[in-house]
T-cell receptor, first 113, second 112 residues
Framework: GENVEQHPSTLSVQEGDSAVIKCTYS??????FPWYKQELGKGPQLIID?????GEKKDQRIAVTLNKTAKHFSLHITETQPEDSAVYFC????????????FGSGTRLQVQP | DSGVTQTPKHLITATGQRVTLRCSPR?????VYWYQQSLDQGLQFLIQ???????AKGNILERFSAQQFPDLHSELNLSSLELGDSALYFC???????????FGPGTRLTVL
């Protein structure tokens, strides 16, 4: 089955700096890659997603890039703010067969004011 | 607010007991997924239902079962509970397509 690895497990940045979180996946059949933000005591919230026919997607301060050949994708957050502090999860999913998400292990991002 | 609701928010019970977690998907979403989040295992897929039918199974124990009712709400039943079942249980919903899954706020289960 699919396996998703996520790095780093913790990331501390100064307010205004950029943050990058990286994930690799194992199954080349995966074609959908969402990123979720989870704040303490809450459920995962979708912040951005990308499909395998697209190399990059941007939404204001957040961008995701996908390298299908290398089977890795990354989340980029620019101009970080204290409210960006949370745990971020990447995930991967195949279009056929099992349609559940396989999650990475999470990155705890702390933005220092 | 994702539009997915889960009850109860917290549940404390004893080993050997049985509990039922409830999930109401977003209006119009036919698929419901259940995930377990524990500190050592991360977010793990348990089971998916689509329009009342089981569609996929993940790492769901035989002591656990689920169903989706005609009004599309879903229930996850956990029986013969063990200490290791203590975790956050999330429900997510999506339309059949696209792939986007929206998560509920979760139920925190504590088994004493």
């Amino acid at each position: 089955g699919e396996n998703v690895e996520q790095h780093p497990s913790t990331l501390s940045v100064q307010e205004g700096d950029s943050a990058v979180i990286k994930c690799t996946y194992s199954d080349s059949a995966s074609n959908y890659f969402p990123w979720y933000k989870q704040e303490l005591g809450k459920g995962p919230q979708l912040i951005i997603d990308i499909r395998s026919n697209v190399g990059e997607k941007k939404d204001q301060r957040i961008a995701v890039t996908l390298n299908k050949t290398a089977k890795h994708f990354s989340l980029h957050i620019t101009e970080t703010q204290p409210e960006d502090s949370a745990v971020y999860f990447c995930a991967a999913k195949m279009d056929t067969g099992r349609r559940a998400l396989t999650f990475g292990s999470g990155t705890r991002l702390q933005v220092q004011p | 607010d994702s539009g997915v609701t889960q009850t109860p928010k917290h549940l404390i019970t004893a080993t050997g007991q049985r509990v039922t977690l409830r999930c109401s998907p977003r209006s119009g979403d036919l698929s419901v997924y259940w995930y377990q989040q524990s500190l050592d295992q991360g977010l793990q897929f348990l089971i998916q239902y689509y329009n009342g039918e089981e569609r996929a199974k993940g790492n769901i124990l035989e002591r656990f079962s689920a169903q989706q009712f005609p009004d599309l709400h879903s229930e996850l039943n956990l029986s013969s509970l063990e200490l290791g079942d203590s975790a956050l249980y999330f429900c997510a919903s999506s339309p059949d397509a696209p792939d986007t899954q929206y998560f509920g706020p979760g139920t925190r289960l504590t088994v004493l």
